[in-house]
């Protein structure tokens, strides 16, 4: 993480399991880095499963509509920081493996500090 604190944290919890929530969390994001603040989406709990290679492209909120990689595509377009919760990826039957190496893994433990200092942090 950044040395600098986050203006805004989206702790993101939703994953798979309710897709039509996760665009707002990305727009949102998108457009909070867009304005020039320093953003951060920390995936946790089911969200994790997001980080995995390939499986956001084939979760689609609505259909025909554009995939949860093309969201989060947007979000990192406009430097939006994206880390996953090392401690999730068990819960989710995954490895270090399954994330793509560009996406930093950390503890509730280690990221909490940088978290909470964030202007502004939301759960969604």
């Given at each position: ?19 039509r929530r996760?665009?707002?969390?990305f727009f ?15 995936f946790?709990g ?11 492209a ?19 377009d ?6 996953g ?13 399954d ?24 759960t969604?």
């Open positions: 993480m950044s040395d600098t604190p986050a203006d805004l944290v989206i702790i993101l919890i939703t994953g798979p399991e309710n897709p996760l665009p707002s969390a949102l994001a998108a457009t909070a880095a867009a304005a020039e603040q320093n953003v951060v989406m920390y946790t089911p969200a994790t499963e997001l980080l995995a290679k390939g499986k956001a084939t979760i689609y909120p609505m259909e025909g509509g554009k995939s949860v990689a093309e969201f989060l595509k947007l979000a990192t406009n430097e939006v920081q994206i880390i919760c090392l401690q999730s990826l068990e819960l989710n039957g995954m490895t270090r493996d994330v793509p190496a560009d996406i930093p893994l950390l503890t509730p433990s280690t990221a909490l500090p940088s978290l909470a200092a964030a202007g502004k942090v939301l969604w």
